[in-house]
């Protein structure tokens, strides 16, 4: 075992889009796990964006970040936490872990998937999209769908099941070209559109120009104003997140079209994951054999070391990353 442990600290509120100054690098020794622990080793973490939501005050300044991770037993003391075992914890942002039996469980080893699937389309950001479509959106066969920051970890997993679960057309919007082309060429899009080339309402109208019965909205704003506008009648929103704000320093974007929610009968709901676990086991089931079979690929960009954890969270903030960002050792 290492004698040194690094862990990240929010040391200051950003305004904007945050810096590596809003963060520092603490060095410890490994802490010595006491009764009903065990100490974990981490090998992959998860930066995402709720993180930037978080760093306006969720997170304790000078305090050690959370994060989703993965890593190795390597000293317990509880029967529950067995040594060499792997397991997933939120405890992250730390190169050493010491968790409780309520706070880690372990992850199954399915033959022919890596681990870091674990933390993207078998993790939350998987369980974000499957619940997003199942749960909330209630997908049904046929449907055409509209995924807004389509080419990040939720977008990618939600084109990839919306397409096992026999969707219609599928829309994606991205921040380049490039990752337009991604979403088509790899990810089973129809249809994928770069935002920066024009306004979102013509561009999805030019992309599904007979409307969209779903939207699953990453971003909000601009973005959901096109998507209420192309909606059917009794179409259904998924709110995940709000990426269009998160770094905003003026207004709010005001939505122009609400009462279109009315007139055409459409839902509009959003959902936090930790109400809907029970659909893990449902997850693995769903998606594990398309995984080993190949008809569903790995839409991950990974970072080496964790000392470059800023480095890929601030990474993904300016969309850096196509699908799930990962920083691994």
Same mark, same amino acid.
């Given at each position: 075992? !290492?004698?040194? #442990?690094?862990?990240?600290?929010?040391?200051?509120? %950003?305004?904007?889009?945050?810096?590596?100054?809003?963060?520092? /690098?603490?060095?410890?020794? %490994?802490?010595?796990?006491?009764?009903?622990?065990?100490?974990?080793? +981490?090998?992959?973490?998860?930066?995402?964006?709720?993180?930037?939501?978080?760093?306006?005050?969720?997170?304790?300044?000078?305090?050690?970040?959370?994060?989703?991770?993965?890593?190795?037993?390597?000293?317990?003391?509880?029967?529950?936490?067995?040594?060499?075992?792997?397991?997933?914890?939120?405890?992250?942002?730390?190169?050493?872990?010491?968790?409780?039996?309520?706070?880690?469980?372990? @992850?199954?080893? /399915?033959?022919?998937?890596?681990?870091?699937?674990?933390?993207?389309?078998?993790?939350?950001?998987?369980?974000?999209?499957?619940? $997003?479509? !199942?749960?909330? #959106?209630?997908?049904?066969?046929?449907?055409?769908?509209? @995924?807004?920051?389509? #080419? $990040?970890?939720?977008?990618?997993? !939600?084109?990839?099941?919306?397409?096992?679960?026999?969707?219609?057309?599928?829309?994606?919007?991205?921040?380049?070209?490039?990752?337009?082309?991604?979403? !088509?060429?790899?990810?089973?899009?129809?249809?994928? /559109?770069?935002?920066?080339?024009?306004?979102? #309402?013509?561009?999805?109208?030019?992309?599904?120009?007979?409307?969209?019965?779903?939207?699953?909205?990453?971003? $909000?704003?601009?973005?959901?104003?096109?998507?209420?506008?192309?909606?059917?009648?009794?179409?259904?929103?998924?709110?995940?997140?709000?990426?269009?704000?998160?770094?905003?320093?003026?207004?709010?974007?005001?939505?122009? +079209?609400?009462?279109?929610?009315?007139?055409?009968?459409?839902?509009?709901?959003?959902?936090?994951?930790?109400?809907? =676990?029970?659909?893990?086991?449902?997850? =693995?089931?769903?998606?594990?054999?398309?995984?080993?079979?190949?008809? @569903?690929?790995?839409?991950?960009?990974?970072?080496?070391? /964790?000392?470059?954890? @800023?480095?890929?969270?601030? $990474?993904?903030?300016?969309?850096?990353?196509?699908?799930?960002?990962?920083?691994?050792?």
């Amino acid at each position: 075992m !290492t004698e040194t #442990a690094l862990t990240v600290h929010q040391i200051a509120r %950003p305004h904007g889009y945050p810096t590596p100054g809003h963060f520092a /690098f603490v060095e410890s020794a %490994p802490a010595t796990p006491a009764p009903g622990t065990a100490l974990v080793e +981490n090998l992959y973490w998860s930066v995402d964006p709720y993180h930037r939501e978080m760093m306006d005050g969720d997170f304790a300044l000078n305090a050690p970040l959370e994060g989703r991770a993965l890593g190795r037993v390597i000293e317990s003391r509880d029967p529950a936490l067995r040594e060499g075992e792997i397991v997933f914890h939120r405890q992250g942002w730390r190169t050493h872990s010491v968790v409780t039996p309520g706070e880690a469980r372990a @992850v199954p080893r /399915f033959e022919g998937v890596p681990l870091s699937a674990h933390l993207s389309i078998l993790g939350g950001t998987g369980l974000t999209a499957y619940v $997003g479509l !199942t749960r909330i #959106a209630q997908l049904r066969e046929g449907q055409d769908l509209f @995924v807004s920051a389509a #080419a $990040g970890g939720v977008g990618t997993a !939600t084109g990839r099941l919306a397409r096992l679960m026999g969707a219609g057309r599928l829309v994606g919007s991205a921040g380049t070209a490039a990752k337009a082309a991604y979403l !088509t060429e790899h990810v089973g899009y129809d249809e994928a /559109f770069d935002y920066h080339a024009g306004p979102t #309402a013509d561009l999805l109208a030019k992309a599904a120009p007979g409307g969209i019965d779903l939207y699953v909205d990453n971003v $909000g704003g601009e973005h959901l104003e096109a998507a209420i506008s192309s909606l059917r009648e009794y179409g259904r929103i998924v709110r995940i997140g709000t990426m269009a704000q998160y770094n905003s320093t003026g207004t709010p974007y005001a939505l122009r +079209n609400l009462p279109d929610i009315v007139e055409k009968s459409l839902r509009m709901e959003g959902f936090h994951l930790r109400n809907h =676990y029970e659909a893990q086991e449902e997850l =693995y089931e769903f998606v594990v054999p398309h995984l080993q079979s190949g008809r @569903v690929g790995l839409d991950e960009t990974v970072v080496g070391g /964790f000392e470059r954890i @800023v480095e890929a969270f601030l $990474g993904m903030l300016r969309g850096e990353n196509l699908g799930k960002i990962i920083v691994t050792v």
